[in-house]
Structure formats: structure tokens, C-alpha cells
């Protein structure tokens, strides 16, 4: 104990040293000498958030309150720093309150003069409204400083940067004030081409700038409104101010300023969206990328990871609802969208072939589609429906698993011949195709919602590839508790005669089994045991000694885990006669289920379930 507390002791007197030596290197540079010392001092003073607050308030204000002409040297050296650091966002003080943005209306150019402006901090923005944007305006209060110290009194020796500059638009960026954020961002970065165009060269926008707006709007999607169509919309405006973010871009200097990263910010925009013609605004925009790359500039070759967001938007399309509320009403409209959507897999799967071929012949090998690339294609028939979309996502996996596997022959072969350049290559592209537990998942997912009669059969075939990948080493394709549960719900899904019933119920009972031996963390959950009773209701004929027995032991294995969920004791029901059931439930009902039998059961499947009783009533 005596140790542990001159241990703790030596901590806090380190601690307290090192404050003041902070202390020390801001008093001494107040204003003077020290100035910069006392920036860097907290850059790697490692004190707690409110701290590093509290100072970096002080080192601000006192460089924005200065009187007009009295900046230092080191003040002007100072400012830069603290606008970098103000713009990424460095501390989260509690009890930060909410704020609605006002809207501004970026649809005017900025007036011109002869004099640059410098962005207003003006409004209805309150410094301590919010740590983002508390953050993003004294960045812009720095910013302003700066600008009048340059142009009210006549400093020459003020430099106001494009780097400068960037700090705030990437304060605005990390602010999280959504769409008023990246609209702030966007009306600065228009204000910095129009100085550089009346003559200040110093603050011409370059990459960074543009990347910042991007990431600005990026950011306004990422913290739509999770609610109601307002979501819809901000995400649709943020694709659309992207993309002409984008545009202005090529307009000004498409060569030097336009990169595939800024592309892909774009083409992720539309692919999440949700917008019905998002995927061919999509597919538009990688053509743009692609012809930029042919015309010259190396910088917006094709990549994987564009093309993924590509194959994305359609399969994020194949999902949504078509009958936008732009939609209604226009039966015109709404049959193209529905015949997108039913064009969705198969232009999924023309894309996925296209990146085969570019990257086997070696004309663009950036493209060598990855396990994302096959998972949204699989993804994407196994959400169309049907025997034909399960069959389509069955044999994209069989691609998958034939790509994977040669390249591991390949990788084996470099390893024996001593090629460690080649091997490197090869491990990377085999480690980018390795096959998880998603997409065989996704795959067993497709066959459920065949609704064909050999589904269960087809559906536990994949489940044995799974289990099969797995014993070679694909540690990450592991089959999950999801992977055995998809197979029970195939089999309880059959319809047939009594005597057909028998085979699906075999495989499922064996899949369960199997499921309960798996161990490592991999058991059944309140929804497995609620399917199995499903397929014991189903499938065993009714009334006979099998299907009570079995029923029972699912149930009481289930209660024994704390895993009885809604459908656990609703498919009981079904499964066993009246009387029975009133035995196995004992005290308990539908709506009044003792607590330790759902104590493991998500709180949402609880308040289905009713008010649990005690303990001792179980």
C-alpha cells in the first residue's frame, strides 16, 4: 500500500512540473519572447482536455485582442499553430448543447474589391454554443486578426496563406455543423479564389483547400437528420454540392488539382445517398475520373476502392424503396426506377467483370476487385429474390473462392523460388480476396429468400463450404451463430407433404447440433432456439411423441441459457398441445416471463415479451 502511494505521489508532482513549466514558457512569452515556446509547450504538454481548453483560449485572445498594428513576431509565428490546432478539433468539454445552424445562401459570388475580405464571424453563432464550432470560429477569429493586422494597419510583413486559410476550412470541416458547416467552407473557399484572382497570389486555393470542402460535405451526410425524408434530402444535397465542388475543380485546373481520393469522396456521396438514380450519377462520375486518366492525368487512374463504390450504389439501390416523394404521383418515373432496381444485379456483376479484366491484363491492375467488391455483388442478387438471384450470388462466391485460392498457389510458388518481391505482391492481393463470414452468410441469406424447395439443401451446402474454407486456414470465414441460424430458417421455411418434411428436418436438426458443439464463443441466441422450435412446429407431424419431446428440449435448454425470446414461446404453442404447454410454462405466460429466462435476451425482444416476473416465481 505504502508503495502504491509513493507511486501515486511521484505521479502527481511529475504532473504539477510539468504545468509549470507550461506556466513558465506562456508567462514568459506573453506577448514576447516566448510566444511560440508556449504553443508548442501545449501541443505536448499531454494535460487533460479542459486544461489544454483554458489555455488555448488564453494564447487566442490574447493574439485577437491585440490592438491593430502591436502583433509580434511572435504572435504572427504563434497564430498559425493555434489555428491548426484549433482546427482538429483537440478536446470534448461535457455538457455541450445543441445548435441549429442558420442557412446561407451561397447562390451569389462574393463581391469584388480591390481589397481582399476576410470571412465574417459574425451571426447568431455563439462561442460556447457548441466545441466544434466553438472550435471552428476561433479559427476564423485568428483568421480575421490576421487579415486586419495585414490590411487595417498596414503590415506588410503579415503573410496570410493558403495554408492559413486551410486551417479554417478544415476547422469547418471537423466542426460537425452539418450542412451550414460545408456551406460556410464552400463560401471561403470561393472567397480565396476570388482574392487570388484580384492579385493576392498567397492564397490561391490549392488540393487541400478543395479537400477540405469535400470533406465538409462528407461530413454534412455523415450527420444527416436520422429521421424522415429530411435525411434523404440533406444526403441528396450533399452528393450534389460535392460533385460541383468537383466540377469547379476540373473548371479551374483539372490537371494539378483533381486526384482519384477527391473522386472517391464524391462517388461514396452518391453511393450512400439513397437516391434512385444515384448509381448511374455514379457510374457517370467514374467515366469523368476515367477520361481524366486518359487524357493525362495519372493521378485519377482507376482504382478498387472507386469501383466499390460503384457497385455499392447499386446495391444499396436494389434495397431501397423507388417511390421517392419526388416520385409520386408519376407512374412514368416510377416504373424506370423499378426497372433499375431490377437491372441492379446484373450491371453489379457486368461492373465486377469489367474489374476482372482490367486487372488481369494488366491495363489498370489497381482494379483487382477485393472481397468487398464480390460481397456487394453477391449482396446484391441475394437481394433481388428468387432461384436465379440465389444461383447468380452462389456462383460469384465460387469466383471469389477460385481467386483466392489460386493466388495462395501463386503466393506458394514465389515462397519455394525465393521471390520475396513477387511473394509480397501476391500475399497482399490473396489477403485483399480472402473470404469472411459476411459473404458467406449473405450467400446462405440469398437461398432462404428463394422460397424454392431445395433451398434448406442448397443453403447448408454453402454452410458446408464455409465450415470447409475454414479448416484450410481462412480463420475470418468462421461460421457464426448467423451462419447455423440462416440454414434452420431455410429448413423451416419448406413446404411440402409430411413425408417430404422429414429430409429439411434432419438437416436442421443436425445444423443445430452441430451449432451447439461449435463452442469458442459461437452458441445459439434467443433467435436460433425460437427457429428451431419453428422447425419443430413445421415439420414434425403433430401430436407425435418426436415433435413434443424435441420441442421440450429445445425450450428447456433455452430457458436454462436465458435466451427465451417472443418467438421462443409463441412457436411453443404451436409445437405442443395445450397442455403441455401450460406444464412446460408453468407460472409463467406469453406476456409475464420469469427474468432469468431472458437474461440474455436484447432489452427490445424484453418489453415485447411483458413485465418479467422474480425469480422465485420461476
Known amino acids: 500500500m505504502a508503495a502504491k502511494q509513493e507511486s501515486a505521489s511521484r505521479l502527481r508532482r511529475r504532473r504539477h512540473h510539468r504545468l509549470l513549466l507550461l ?88 463581391p469584388s474589391s480591390k481589397r481582399p475580405r476576410h470571412p ?39 503573410n496570410v496563406t493558403t495554408e492559413v486559410y486551410n ?53 454534412a451526410a455523415r450527420n444527416a437528420v436520422s429521421h424522415g425524408e429530411r435525411r434523404s434530402d440533406e444526403k441528396c444535397q450533399a452528393a450534389q454540392r460535392a460533385e460541383r465542388v468537383l466540377e469547379y475543380m476540373a473548371h479551374l485546373d483539372g490537371d494539378s488539382l483533381l486526384d482519384a481520393d477527391c473522386f472517391e469522396v464524391v462517388l461514396r456521396l452518391w453511393s450512400n445517398s439513397g437516391l434512385p438514380n444515384a448509381p448511374l450519377r455514379a457510374e457517370r462520375l467514374l467515366a469523368v475520373q476515367d477520361t481524366m486518366y486518359l487524357i493525362g492525368n495519372e493521378k485519377c487512374r482507376l482504382r478498387a476502392s472507386s469501383f466499390d463504390e460503384v457497385l455499392m450504389a447499386w ?84 469466383r471469389l473462392e477460385k481467386r483466392y485460392f489460386e493466388k495462395r498457389s501463386q503466393l506458394n510458388k514465389a515462397t519455394e523460388a525465393g521471390d520475396n518481391k513477387l511473394g509480397v505482391r501476391v500475399s497482399k492481393e490473396a489477403s485483399d480476396l480472402r473470404p469472411d463470414t459476411t459473404i458467406y452468410n449473405v450467400c ?78 459461437v452458441a445459439p441466441n434467443h433467435v436460433t432456439y425460437g427457429i428451431m422450435m419453428k422447425a419443430c412446429a413445421r415439420l414434425l407431424p403433430k401430436g407425435s411423441h418426436e415433435r413434443e419431446q424435441f420441442a421440450r428440449e429445445v425450450f428447456e435448454r433455452a430457458c436454462g441459457e436465458g435466451r427465451v425470446g417472443k418467438m421462443v414461446v409463441c412457436r411453443l404453442r404451436e409445437a405442443v398441445s ?20 431472458t437474461r440474455y435476451v436484447p432489452e427490445a425482444e424484453k418489453r415485447q415479451l411483458g413485465r418479467s416476473v422474480s425469480t422465485k416465481d420461476s
Open 444 to 521: 446462405i441469406d440469398a437461398w432462404v429468400k428463394s422460397h424454392t424447395k431445395d433451398a434448406y439443401r442448397r443453403a447448408r451446402s454453402i454452410l458446408n463450404r464455409q465450415i470447409a474454407a475454414h479448416a484450410t486456414g481462412i480463420r475470418r470465414c468462421r461460421p457464426d451463430v448467423y451462419s447455423y441460424t440462416l440454414v434452420l430458417h431455410a429448413c423451416a421455411a419448406f413446404a411440402g407433404t409430411m413425408k417430404e418434411k422429414r429430409k429439411p428436418f434432419r438437416v436442421a436438426k443436425a445444423t443445430y447440433e452441430q451449432l451447439l458443439d461449435a463452442g469458442n464463443g
Open 315 to 398: 446495391c444499396r439501390h436494389n434495397y431501397a424503396t423507388t417511390n421517392s416523394k419526388s416520385d409520386k404521383g408519376d407512374g412514368k418515373v416510377g416504373r424506370v426506377h423499378d426497372d433499375l432496381a431490377a437491372e441492379a444485379p446484373r450491371r453489379a456483376e457486368t461492373i465486377l467483370a469489367h474489374m476482372e479484366h482490367l486487372s488481369d491484363n494488366g491495363a489498370v491492375p489497381d482494379t483487382m476487385p477485393n472481397l468487398a467488391s464480390y460481397t456487394s455483388v453477391v449482396s446484391a442478387w441475394g437481394r433481388s429474390g428468387g432461384q436465379r438471384g440465389a444461383h447468380r450470388a452462389t456462383q460469384i462466391l465460387k
Open 167 to 219: 486551417a479554417v476550412l478544415f476547422g469547418w470541416a471537423n466542426s460537425g455543423k452539418g450542412a451550414f458547416a460545408a456551406e460556410r467552407a464552400e463560401q471561403i473557399l470561393m472567397q480565396m479564389q476570388q482574392m487570388y484572382e484580384t492579385g493576392e497570389g498567397d492564397v490561391r486555393p490549392d488540393v487541400q483547400s478543395f479537400r477540405a470542402v469535400l470533406l465538409a460535405w462528407s461530413n
Open 23 to 110: 506556466v513558465a514558457a506562456l508567462v514568459a512569452g506573453s506577448g514576447r519572447a516566448g510566444f511560440g515556446a508556449g504553443v508548442e509547450a501545449y501541443v505536448t504538454s499531454g494535460l487533460p482536455g479542459h486544461k489544454h481548453r483554458s489555455w488555448l483560449k488564453q494564447m487566442t485572445r490574447e493574439i485577437v485582442d491585440a490592438p491593430p498594428g502591436e502583433l509580434t513576431a511572435h504572435h504572427l509565428a504563434a497564430a498559425p499553430q493555434l489555428m491548426t490546432v484549433w482546427a482538429e478539433n483537440p478536446y470534448v468539454p461535457s455538457g455541450a448543447s445543441r445548435w441549429s445552424p442558420p442557412q446561407l445562401d451561397l447562390s451569389t459570388s462574393p
Open 120 to 158: 465574417s464571424s459574425s451571426g447568431p453563432c455563439s462561442p460556447g454554443a457548441d466545441h466544434g464550432l466553438e472550435c471552428a470560429l476561433e479559427v476564423e477569429a485568428l483568421l480575421k486578426r490576421l487579415v486586419d493586422e495585414r490590411f487595417a494597419a498596414g503590415r506588410d510583413d503579415v
Open 578 to 597: 395445450a397442455e403441455v404447454y401450460k406444464e412446460m410454462m408453468g407460472k409463467a405466460s406469453k406476456n409475464r416471463i420469469p427474468s432469468k429466462w
